[in-house]
């Protein structure tokens, strides 16, 4: 039992930094990097289900927006898809010194359970990177209740695997 929870811990310990050298690295190459499902996942259960987009950030706009606008209008990779509603915008962002808040249109409500989890897995990771910030809220208006809804994220508040963090590794072997 000792010896599971300390692999864990290493485990966890090497995806963190793996992470943070990702985010850096991105910074000094000027990409930017967006988190869609991989299509070869359902087909191939060694493939993880969440994946890496590089984009030229001299396509968009800085505005952390429009960014996102772009973002949900789904991947180049024909590998990837979105786990998105192809009308999903954002409404508004708001950011403070702890936290981002990002409400998006009423259609996030719309997704399935399974297709949910993916999206805010996807955006959390992608707003991670592009931002920096670990507190992350998504709100959206609940079509069916017509109330607000809000949670709170962070990028390791979710069990979903990337391959990012993989590839780092196999690269330093």
């Known amino acids: 039992m000792n010896r599971l929870i300390c692999t864990l811990l290493v485990v966890v310990f090497l995806l963190a930094f793996c992470s ?15 988190y869609y499902c991989n299509s070869n ?7 993880y289900i969440i994946a890496t987009e590089e984009r030229n950030p001299k396509e968009f706009s800085d505005a952390l927006d429009v960014l996102l606008n772009e973002y949900f209008k789904g991947p180049v990779s024909s590998e990837l898809f979105s786990p998105f509603p192809g009308s999903l915008r954002v ?12 409400t998006l249109s009423s259609v996030f409500s719309n997704l399935s359970d399974v297709d949910y989890s993916l999206a805010c ?6 707003v991670h990177e592009l931002t920096g910030f670990e507190n992350i ?6 079509t069916s209740t017509g109330k607000r809804h809000t949670i709170s994220v962070s990028p390791d508040s979710y069990l979903l695997d990337d391959n990012s963090v993989i590839s780092e590794i196999n690269e330093g072997d």
């Open 20 to 34: 943070c050298s990702t985010t850096q690295e991105n910074q000094q190459n000027n990409t930017l990097t967006f």
């Open 41 to 47: 996942a359902m087909q191939n259960l060694d493939t």
């Open 137 to 142: 809220y998504i709100s959206y208006e609940n």
């Open 121 to 126: 897995a996807c955006l959390t990771k992608t």
């Open 91 to 102: 409404e508004s962002i708001v950011q403070s010194n702890t936290h981002i808040q990002i």
